[in-house]
């Protein structure tokens, strides 16, 4: 029987792409195995890569931020990426390092069960849903081979783009709307 430890251990010692070669820690994702909400990135940054946890810089500060505006603690949703290793120079992730990681993204999936999917930026979007455009579809509801999707901009693009902001504040109240937490 699979698990999210287990997964997590297989990510670690996974040598299917180039990335593997290059990062300091992988980044298998972390979150309860009942979370009602996944949040799925683009890739591992810079300390993400340092410390094995997704969303722990500047990017997760704001996402954390996100979360508690609409009454969810992030220990309640299980957080990670399309790829588990920081591609160099923060680059996005080639097809063959998608492909690679994949499956355990699958997999997660699959054990988790979770009621609404939200992919953040056109990556995650692309690789979960096979739609390219984050700015036409964030904030819209997509169903997809019966999961539920929430896509919405990666909180780093609020970083450079301050205007995002108010825009990803209102995304989060779709979400909250889809799980009624509050």
């Known amino acids: 029987m699979d ?36 949040i799925v990135g683009e890739a591992p940054g810079y300390s993400e890569d340092l410390q094995g946890k997704p969303f722990v810089g ?3 500060k704001f996402l954390n931020e996100l979360l508690e505006s609409i009454c969810v603690r992030r220990e309640e949703v299980f957080i990670t990426n399309v790829v588990k290793c920081r591609p160099p120079n923060n680059r996005p992730p080639r097809v063959g390092e998608i492909k690679a ?5 699958e ?10 999917i939200c992919p953040l930026g056109n990556s995650a979007l692309n690789s979960l849903v096979g739609r ?24 780093a693009a609020a970083l450079y ?22």
């Open 3 to 38: 698990s999210l430890n287990q997964i997590a251990e297989q990510v670690a010692r996974c040598s299917l792409c180039p990335l593997s070669k290059t990062r300091t820690k992988a980044v298998p994702g972390e979150g309860p195995e009942d979370a009602k909400v996944m």
């Open 58 to 60: 500047l990017a997760g």
């Open 101 to 105: 990681c994949m499956p355990y993204l």
């Open 107 to 116: 997999r997660q999936i699959k054990l988790i069960k979770p009621n609404v």
């Open 132 to 155: 390219k455009s984050i700015g036409e579809e964030h904030g819209k509801v997509i169903e997809n081979e019966g999961i539920l999707y929430l896509p919405l901009y990666h909180p």
């Open 161 to 182: 783009d301050n205007s995002l902001r108010k825009v990803l504040y209102e995304d989060f109240k779709a979400l909250k709307n889809l799980i009624s937490t509050c």
